[in-house]
């Protein structure tokens, strides 16, 4: 089946989700693939007689498909994981795979049917509004013409994952006989790989040290039990993870070949962990202030998992760091920064009651992520500290960010540019700036500042917050503030911290990419 003579029906199938429909949806999206491993073999269908090619990919796809993880092999090795934990760790390898809007015209499928302009577009086309730097971005996420053998970019990436070394070569062993790699002649596509893994020293921690991957959305029909491990998350509707299920704002006017897939953004996240690290040090002792509470108060948990909003003045014991019901229970207390300041990581990505007080339907769910990211690079060698305390990273390292959504505008950029980057979200913070001038325009009465780990401030990020033309002139102050937080210490609550000069996550670029059904798969893209 498949092709581009194959007809494509729009429709919606509107149903609730249940455990039934997790044998055709890929594995990571709703349940997510346990891993100690990942690779993201990014691929494009090789120019050279690429509509042959095409073809070619389309039967060796057929090759491929069984080998897809489904939500449903995905969930019963995670109970497997748990009811074995004193025998140590399970084998495993796990593969999906998602496409490029490019890669899908390719395939003779309209990406436009899918209504999704980030995605249609890509991401590079997206940059400047994420705040990024394009000319720091990896080659092969921008330049169509020199690298990735000069193929036009991005068609779409397999995510292979597997609890050790040997699993992991075993799984692109089956890539690499699904697609023909070894015979020039015969493979289909070029790959190239971004390698991920857990960090060793701290297993679930990202670079900077903090536990990740706490919190994830409950999804209606499917996470009601794990919902009474909690007190104050609510579940979301499937749709806004899913295309065509309910709470997609498109569900009607979904394409057949969209149903029960999702959109897959991902980003090369640098980590400058040497230069973090002493900053917090250099920083607190100019706030007074303890190091790992300062680190802690930025993102809004403790190194171990546990909330500031909880546990303001000290982290939790490992215990209650680990009891579901005191991590993923997270109130913030409204226009009250005293426990989690406003700028707080996990305050800017997910506000909870910021919005929710204002009774406006639907405030934060359509936002909501399934966050699927792992960590690169190497640990911080003594090489990279040794010009304390002005250390330079000379390794690359950072988080291989991956987040799954129905609608790549209301999830990923949403977070990022009316979040993350937004000095003055949440809209009802209870701010005065004490020492550092602020803009005299109204717009600034909540200047809580941007995400202090992630947050670009650009003159076009100010004009938009202040509603200002393109041409109007803007004082380096004003943008300067923009770089500024309050809230850092909780003993001075409107001191302002200035972050200028402060980039300790850099964006390396990233693509979007769209996740099929497996029915999908094997209907519309496999021959
Ligand atoms: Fe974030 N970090 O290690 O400091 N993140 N994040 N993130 N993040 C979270 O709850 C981190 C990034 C979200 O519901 C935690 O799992 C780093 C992007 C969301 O409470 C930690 C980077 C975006 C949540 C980190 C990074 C998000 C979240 C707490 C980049 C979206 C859930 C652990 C290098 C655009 C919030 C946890 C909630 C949590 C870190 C990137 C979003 C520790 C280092 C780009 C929605």
Redesign the pocket.
């Known amino acids: 089946m498949g092709g581009t003579q194959q007809p494509i029906q729009v429709t919606g199938s509107a149903e609730p989700i249940s455990m039934s429909d997790l044998s055709h949806i890929q594995g990571d999206i709703v349940v997510g693939m346990a891993k100690k491993m990942e690779n993201f073999v990014f691929f494009n269908i090789t120019k050279e007689g690429r509509k042959d090619k095409a073809k070619s990919f389309r039967e060796h796809l057929a090759s491929f498909r069984p080998r897809i993880t489904t939500a449903e092999q995905a969930q019963e090795f995670r109970e497997l994981v748990d009811r074995t934990k004193e025998r140590g760790r399970q084998p495993n390898k796990a593969l999906n795979i998602a496409f490029s809007a490019k890669g899908l015209k390719l395939l003779g499928i309209e990406p436009k049917d899918i209504k999704d302009e980030p995605f249609n577009n890509g991401q590079l086309a997206s940059a400047k509004d994420l705040g990024d730097d394009v000319t720091k971005w990896d080659p092969m996420f921008k330049d169509t013409s020199n690298t990735f053998e000069a193929q036009d970019g991005i068609h779409g990436v397999i995510i292979v994952v597997a609890s050790d070394k040997d699993k992991l070569q075993e799984a692109m062993n089956d890539i690499n006989t699904d697609f023909q790699l070894k015979n020039r002649q015969t493979a289909s596509i070029n790959i190239s790989t971004i390698e991920g893994h857990v960090r060793a020293p701290e297993e679930g921690?990202?670079?900077?040290?903090?536990?990740?991957?706490?919190?994830?959305?409950f999804l209606q029909g499917l996470d009601e039990n794990k919902l009474e491990k909690t007190d104050t998350a609510k579940s979301i509707p499937p749709g806004v993870i899913l295309l065509g299920r309910p709470g997609d704002p498109n569900m009607r006017g979904r394409p057949e070949w969209a149903l029960d897939g999702s959109f897959l953004?991902f980003?090369k996240?640098?980590?400058r962990v040497p230069e973090f690290r002493a900053d917090i040090q250099s920083l607190a002792r100019d706030l007074n202030m303890d190091p790992e509470l300062l680190g802690a108060r930025?993102?809004?948990?403790w190194k171990n998992?546990g909330?500031v909003q909880m546990f303001p003045n000290q982290a939790p014991s490992q215990q209650e760091a680990q009891d579901p019901k005191k991590?993923?229970s997270?109130s913030f207390s409204i226009q009250d920064q005293k426990s989690c300041p406003f700028v707080a990581?996990?305050?800017?990505?997910?506000p909870?009651q910021d919005l929710e007080q204002f009774n406006i339907d639907n405030a934060v769910a359509p936002h909501?992520?399934f966050?699927r990211?792992i960590q690169y690079g190497p640990e911080v060698g003594k090489d990279e500290t040794k010009t304390d305390p002005d250390p330079k990273s000379d390794k690359q390292r950072?988080?291989l960010?991956a987040?799954y959504q129905s609608n790549i505008t209301e999830?990923?950029?949403f977070?990022?540019k009316a979040?993350?980057s937004n000095p003055t979200f949440p809209p009802d913070a209870n701010v005065t700036r004490k020492t550092q001038p602020v803009p005299k325009n109204p717009h600034f009465r909540n200047l809580s500042g941007i995400?202090p780990?992630?947050g670009t401030p650009t003159v076009d990020s100010f004009r938009k917050v202040v509603g200002l033309d393109a041409n109007a002139r803007i004082p380096q102050t004003a943008i300067d503030a923009l770089r500024s937080i309050v809230g850092a210490n909780p003993s001075k609550l409107d001191a302002v911290t200035d972050l200028r000069g402060k980039d300790?996550?850099v964006s390396r670029g990233g693509e979007y990419f769209f996740s099929p059904s497996i029915t999908a798969l094997k209907k519309f893209f496999a021959s």
């Open positions: 921690h990202e670079h900077f040290g903090f536990k990740d991957g706490i919190t994830q959305p953004a980003r996240l640098e980590q930025l993102v809004g948990r998992g909330s991590v993923q997270v990581h996990i305050r800017k990505t997910n909870r909501r992520i966050r990211g950072g988080l960010f987040c999830g990923f950029e977070i990022q979040w993350i995400d780990l992630l300790w996550v």
